[in-house]
Structures are given as C-alpha cells and as structure tokens.
C-alpha cells in the first residue's frame, strides 16, 4: 500500500511544476510550469539568463489505521537563450536541470539530471509606439515550439510507474504555442500570457495529458533613473488533462489549479531580476476519495543579462527614463 501512495503522488506532485512549469513532471505542469515569459523587456536584445524555480507537495492516505505519507520537492534550473533574428522575431531556447526529491513514511527517492530542451519561435504581432501618460498603448507576441526528448526516461526497478512522472524527461516529442499581451497608460499595466502544450506519445506508447496554463498580472512602472522596480500582483491557473497508456486513460491523472501569484522585477539597463511567489487559491487532482494530495507555495528567481544593442524606443522595453 506504501508503493500504492507512491504511485499516486508521482502521478499528481510533478503535475503543477515545469515550466514554467512543468516537467518531468509533466503530467500537469511541469513542462509549463516553469515555462512562461511574462513582462520580460521587449528591447530586441539578445540575452542569456538563469531562472530558478522550486514546488512542494504533500500526499497522505490511512491505511490499517496507519498514515503513510510523502513530502515531495521538485527543484529546476532553466538555462535561457533568445536570440533577436529580426526586429519582430525572436528564437527562445531553454534547457533545464532538474532535482526532484520524495521523502516518505517508508521511501524516499532523489532524482536528478538535465532535463528536455525546448525551442519556440516567437513573433511581434503589435508593438504600438506613442505616450502610455496619454493613451493606452499595446503589445502582443504569438509563439510556437517544440520540446525534443532528449533527457533520460526509464523504468524504475522499484515501483513501475514513479518513471512516467518523477523521471528526468517525458521521451516524446511535444508541440507548444503561447500568446503574450501587455498593455500600458500612466505607468499602469497589464500582461496576460497563455501556454498550450500538446502532447505526443511516446515509445512505450505512455502519453501525459495536454496541459495549458494562463495567468495575469498589474504591474506598476515606476520613474527611476537607474534601477526600475516593478512591483506585480495577479492570478495563475493551469490544466492537464488524464494520461494514457496503449490508449488507456490513467487513473489518478490530471487536474487542475489556481495560484495568486506576487513578484518584484528589477529593471537595470541591461540586465533584469525577478523574484515571484506563488500560493495556492484552489486545487483539483483526479485522485481517489481516500488519498489527498496538497499543493504548497511555490516561488522562483530569474536572472537575465542582455546582449548587444539595446533597442529603447518601445515603452515596452521598459527602460530607464
């Protein structure tokens, strides 16, 4: 029954924690989780940058008048690119490394290793130019990718499904396409982005579940001359639909939930650090009536540094003053 606990919090803790989320903890998020741009400057740099990014759940169930229980930590590093091809073209690449530790009443486990990379091609669709003290002012990317699956994914010779979920990869090729929109008046904004992911089976004919996630933030651009705080405040919701196995739909698979989300982000003229918390509002897992599953805060801290030219002439490269 220890094993059986196990299986189900394998199947769910990795769900909500990429990307951005998710991943392999891609059952519900993980892919995504960790995977989202937000209010990063549109200047048409290049730049690198780190992105640090932790999640904790716990899992309970009684059995024979016993608690068996597992806490379970899922810590990411993403290695960000982006390369500016055009003025209204960017390529985004990302590869992660994962730590992913279950400590339990009768197990415990540690993972760790790099991840699967991902590639999306973003493009400018609106870029407005004049005044944000005047009139509203509006930006939006549209986006599309690829996550390739190069990171290890086996069988655990323990417990058989610990694999699909707490491995380092998903071992399939899996689509993503995203939309980013901001808009800005009297150093108010709002950014709203959203990610869908699709995904494929893969060789053992094990398919995670479509998964997407959307989220919202006010943010407020305040007048500096070096270093430009940006405070935010906003909501975080994602979804993941049951997995499959040889065409099965998978018990105590997918679910969903909301997060209120707090961050800081701290404008440089060319570098940026974001610091962002999460803590859950509601939550939702397909799990049976008897085991509970609990989703604790989460937060993350990015780092990015620019490279080359960079461009100021959008209020949306949100540069100094």
């Known amino acids: 029954m220890t094993k059986y606990l196990k299986v189900i919090a394998i199947l769910f803790v990795p769900m909500f924690f990429f990307p951005q989320q998710s991943k392999a903890c891609e059952a519900c998020g993980c892919a995504l989780g960790g995977f989202n741009f937000g209010i990063i400057p549109q200047n048409e740099a290049h730049f690198i940058g780190v992105k640090y990014s932790q999640a904790h759940f716990y899992a309970e169930m009684w059995h024979a008048g016993q608690l068996e229980y597992s806490n379970d930590r899922y810590q990411r590093l993403d290695i960000m690119g982006r390369v500016a091809l055009k003025e209204r073209l960017q390529l985004n690449v990302v590869l992660p490394y994962m730590y992913n530790q279950m400590k339990g009443s009768h197990e415990n486990e540690t993972l760790n290793g790099f991840g699967d990379p991902l590639m999306l091609l973003n493009y400018k669709v609106l870029d407005q130019k004049g005044n944000p003290m005047e009139s509203w002012l509006h930006n939006l990317w549209i986006g ?178």
């Open 144 to 321: 599309a990718g690829l996550k390739a699956p190069l990171a290890d994914f086996e069988y655990s010779n323990t417990v058989q499904l610990i694999n699909p979920n707490f491995q380092l990869g998903s071992g399939s090729w899996d689509f993503i396409s995203m939309a980013n929109y901001t808009t800005m008046k009297n150093r108010w904004g709002f950014n709203v982005e959203g990610v869908y992911k699709f995904n494929t089976a893969n060789a053992i004919d094990y398919r995670f579940g479509n998964q997407y996630n959307v989220q919202g933030s006010i943010f407020y651009k305040p007048r500096a001359e070096k270093v430009i705080p940006i405070p935010m405040l906003g909501i975080y919701h994602e979804k993941a639909g049951m997995h499959t196995f040889e065409g099965f739909y998978q018990v105590n698979s997918g679910g969903h939930y909301t997060f209120g989300q707090a961050g800081i982000q701290l404008q440089f003229s060319k570098m940026m650090l974001h610091a962002n918390y999460q803590l859950p509002i509601s939550q939702s897992f397909n799990s049976d009536d008897h085991v509970h599953i609990e989703s604790k805060g989460r937060f993350s801290v990015t780092m990015i540094a620019f490279i080359g030219k960079v461009d100021k002439k959008s209020v949306f490269s949100f540069s100094n003053e």
